[in-house]
């Protein structure tokens, strides 16, 4: 064993820059960065063209859909479930419960909106799930509603909802009109007949308001019939703002842009004056039963609910949840819960500063956010309170997804449908929520469960998946004969490869090819195949460099060494095609460095996983991590928030993690296997099937080999740094000091 590095030299490599087209170099040397940031990339980029696209449609509900799904990329569910209750009574007076919506399609993909962001293999409605989303979705309205006398008129999210899901009529109608590819054309054809209130009584402009053509009242012949003038904009955090009777006009601070003018009537008037009247009677009715719950928990129960809560917050991606207008956040800047900005325990914290207070001294809001996530937690952990996100955390809200979660289980052949909530009193819907997590495990056992995730919002939905279909099965055909082309292995199917591997895996801490193992040279063919068989601009996979040293530890039960690793213990393999240059300027240098900014960013998150599979000892407490994943998702627009995603194009992304068994403990999430598309088609259904079979086959070899290390093999990892990627994706050798990634870019 050679000589220690010395602190001093380690230091000074550390300082050296690790970016594939600058090695040798030191670290922010460059005379200026070969990155310009765009301003008009990610989210605020996106908000202005929507709001663009808005001001420039005549009709006032057509607008308004484009408003709802962020001009196709977003469900509108998530924006009508978004309102405060004096926004759902305007919104529920102007349009009406049944039209209150833009339309989202059966799945909820955006691919089936308005014919934006075409669905590719499996999107969408059309998609081998659509059918059983639809028997899952269909008539959740029923069931929702069945809550007995205090709960039996709908929000009118939830109405929305529901016609959305097919019970008011027709799931792809909006106004008579069947939303088709050309949905937008369509819609706006369809709401002709309203226009003379909608668009044609609000022609007009205030400049000082930054009001848009056609958007202000008319002349005196209309304003006779105009009792207020409301108004509807674009809020910077992508929510739907209006102003509504009696309220103040929208702050241009808070907009994206100017605002549309509402004119009502005194029809319209008295209409939000009913509607505003239920919602507040309902509202009041739920925070007493909130409150009433809560007491019944005892100040002990209720302690524990709160860290509870305040465990998710820490242990969980983003999210951005309401209630009425008070935000809660664990994201960037505006923290109210804790999470990256505030530490545990910090008083600002909206959660931890109710720890000691007595109940009564709760506010509504609060009471309604701990039991709200109370519910969601327990139907399915954590990940849960992400498929609130972006809306209000109400009870008629998580009734709502408690229910359709319900139905999309009672789908699953051989799986005995759980009992409907018989009310919207928390005492029911915890007991459904209860009965949904065990259920859950059965579920998965007989179908695959993923979620769709609409990176505008950060919004995630859990789906069951169809069963694997001739799309499917052609990606994991050309993977398993990329494989056995490569690699000493003969079966016909990844499930035949898995097995032949299983009965003589040693090759696999041998030397394979270029590789100093059969493990590195599996990882490597297998994500390169992926990125051809599912079309990805990149595929990647990640895992750790050093079994022997994990399983050492594990055996010493060293929980605090495997905490302290960092993202060098890790690596990850990104394979991009050729073709991606065209994304990055046309260089294969700027290529090469995407890559090596993907393997570090998937490094982390094998550093950010490992430590949710350890005992919860206080080295492990103490450290930095996220619950790891155990299901598949797919995402729509990931490049908005994101700074890595923004400045690489990860658009539309496949995810499969796997859990690996090693010395006898399982660690899920382990690895994964990453598909990304910079543009072009999303990733469907049939996309994530084939992708977790794939994922499924590394897993395994990643078992095989970590069973070797048990045994007394060694193993190491020592592909896939900055220099291998550089040569991989290059083709030349190691980059010459000083070398650039191409032409100044901008990032996008």
């Not at 209006?242 to 009502?264: E, I, K, M, Q, T």
């Not at 008295?270 to 928990?297: I, M, P, S, T």
Request: hydrophobic share 40%; aromatic share 6%; charged share 25%.
């Amino acid at each position: 064993m050679g000589r220690q590095e010395s602190r001093r030299a380690a230091n000074a490599r550390k300082r050296m820059s690790r970016r594939p087209s600058r090695l040798g170099t030191p670290a922010g040397s460059t005379a200026k960065p070969d990155r310009v940031a765009d301003p008009d990339a990610g989210f605020p980029g996106l908000l202005r063209q929507v709001w663009r696209r808005a001001e420039r449609t005549e009709d006032l509900r057509a607008a308004l859909d484009v408003l709802l799904t962020l001009d196709g990329h977003v469900p509108a569910d998530v924006q009508l479930r978004a309102l405060n209750s004096g926004q759902e009574a305007a919104l529920t007076a102007l349009r009406g419960p049944a039209t209150a919506r833009a339309d989202s399609g059966p799945s909820g993909n955006p691919g089936s909106v308005g014919g934006a962001g075409a669905s590719g293999s499996g999107a969408g409605a059309s998609g081998s799930g659509g059918a059983v989303r639809r028997a899952a979705e269909a008539g959740v309205a029923g069931a929702v509603a069945a809550s007995g006398p205090a709960d039996s008129e709908p929000s009118a999210p939830e109405a929305a909802v529901r016609a959305d899901l097919g019970q008011s009529g027709d799931a792809g109608v909006v106004g008579g009109t069947r939303v088709t590819a050309s949905g937008r054309a369509a819609r706006r054809g369809a709401h002709d007949a309203d226009s003379a209130r909608g668009a044609d009584s609000a022609r007009g402009a205030d400049s000082a308001r930054g009001d848009t053509p056609g958007a202000g009242v008319a002349g005196a012949a209309v304003a006779a019939d105009v009792v207020f003038v409301g108004e509807v904009g674009l809020a910077a955090n992508g929510r739907v703002a209006l102003r509504v009777p009696g309220g103040r006009p929208l702050d241009p601070r808070d907009l994206v842009g100017g605002v549309r003018r509402v004119p009502y009537d005194r029809a319209a008037l008295d209409a939000y004056r009913r509607e505003l009247g239920r919602v507040r009677e309902r509202n009041a009715a739920r925070a007493a039963d909130c409150r009433a719950w809560l007491a019944g928990q005892g100040t002990e129960g209720r302690r524990a609910l709160l860290d509870q809560a305040l465990e998710a917050a820490v242990r969980t991606a983003p999210f951005v949840l309401y209630q009425e207008d008070t935000q809660y956040t664990n994201f960037r800047e505006r923290n109210t819960l804790t999470g990256k900005t505030l530490w545990p325990g910090h008083p600002d914290c909206a959660l931890g500063a109710l720890r000691d207070l007595p109940l009564d001294l709760w506010t509504d809001q609060d009471t309604q956010l701990v039991v709200c996530l109370t519910l969601l937690i327990r139907s399915a952990g954590f990940g849960r309170v992400e498929e609130a996100n972006g809306t209000q955390l109400t009870v008629d809200h998580v009734a709502y997804t408690l229910e359709r979660v319900r139905r999309a289980y009672a789908a699953v052949p051989g799986v005995a449908p759980v009992p409907a909530a018989a009310s919207h009193r928390v005492a029911d819907l915890d007991r459904l929520a209860v009965a949904l997590r065990e259920r859950r495990r059965e579920v998965s056992g007989h179908a695959q469960l993923y979620r769709e995730i609409h990176g505008a919002l950060m919004h995630k939905v859990e789906r069951v998946a169809a069963a694997p279909g001739p799309a499917a099965r052609a990606r994991e055909d050309a993977v398993a004969a990329h494989l056995r082309a490569r690699l000493p292995l003969s079966g016909r199917t990844l499930a035949d490869l898995g097995r032949e591997l299983a009965a003589a895996p040693g090759w696999l801490a041998a030397p394979h090819g270029a590789f100093g193992t059969g493990l590195e040279s599996l990882v490597h063919e297998t994500v390169a195949a992926s990125a051809d068989a599912f079309a990805a601009d990149f595929a990647m996979s990640r895992g750790m460099r050093s079994l022997p040293d994990l399983v050492r530890a594990l055996r010493g039960e060293n929980w605090a060494a495997i905490c302290d690793w960092d993202i060098t213990h890790f690596f990850c393999c990104v394979v991009p095609r050729p073709e991606a240059a065209a994304h990055f300027g046309g260089s294969r240098a700027a290529l090469a460095d995407a890559a090596w900014a993907m393997s570090s960013r998937m490094s982390y998150n094998s550093w950010h996983f490992v430590a949710g599979n350890l005992p919860r000892e206080p080295e492990v407490v103490a450290r930095d991590h996220f619950v790891p994943p155990v299901i598949p998702d797919v995402a729509y627009f990931s490049d908005q928030h994101h700074h890595g995603h923004v400045n690489n194009n990860v658009r539309f992304s496949v995810r499969s993690p796997q859990p690996v068994e090693v010395d006898g403990r399982r660690f899920d999430g382990f690895m994964d296997l990453r598909l990304l598309r910079c543009a072009g088609e999303p990733f469907g259904e049939q996309d994530v099937l084939a992708a977790h079979r794939v994922s499924g086959f590394v897993a395994r070899a990643t078992s095989l080999a970590a069973a070797l290390v048990a045994a007394g093999t060694g193993l190491e990892v020592t592909a896939f740094d900055s220099d291998w990627h550089w040569t991989a994706v290059t083709g030349t050798g190691p980059a010459a000091p000083g070398a650039l990634a191409g032409p100044d870019r901008r990032a996008s």
